[in-house]
């Protein structure tokens, strides 16, 4: 067998053992802060603060996406929302927890919550650069550049 059969013939076996592992994914729970500390605060850290320089905080800073047009929406499609594991009611929920505990004073600047429908219409959607993407809102927000980047 040539070397590159080899690479198949293993990816193969990845593949194959792969697949069973998926009775292994970590539940979703009835508890919606449960919900973030399995599938989001593993990164963002139990109180949102983030992990400076690598994952951006959410406590008092998730609300600013909600100071200016386009920023709900730009939400739910970061791609750490959009590949999580939650069910698309799951994920809302979660979305929304973290608006009302994360989001400080801008919280009541929140139209309406988040619905399942809404994540599945972002999930279709990934943002294809997310950095521009971000930075151009945060101009449009008027949110400095020295604090819209800080992570
Ligand atoms: C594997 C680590 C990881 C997980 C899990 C994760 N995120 Fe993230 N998240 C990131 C990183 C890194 C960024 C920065 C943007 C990027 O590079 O994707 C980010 C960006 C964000 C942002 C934008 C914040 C900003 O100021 O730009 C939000 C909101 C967010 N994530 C929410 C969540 C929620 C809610 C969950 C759980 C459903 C979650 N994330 C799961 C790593 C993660």
Redesign the pocket.
Known sequence: MSAGGAVWAGAGLLLATAFPAAALDRPESADVAQ??VL??G???GLDGAGVRH?????RD??G??LRADGGREL?LR????TN?Q?SDAG?AA??NW?VARFGGDDRSAAPAPYTAAEVRAARSEPLLN??VS?AAFMRRAGVPADEAGE?
């Open positions: 919900n973030y599938f989001c593993g990164c963002h690598r994952v951006p905080a959410l800073t998730v600013r996406f939400l970061f791609p750490g929302v999580s939650l994920l979660v979305m973290c997310v950095r971000r992570y």
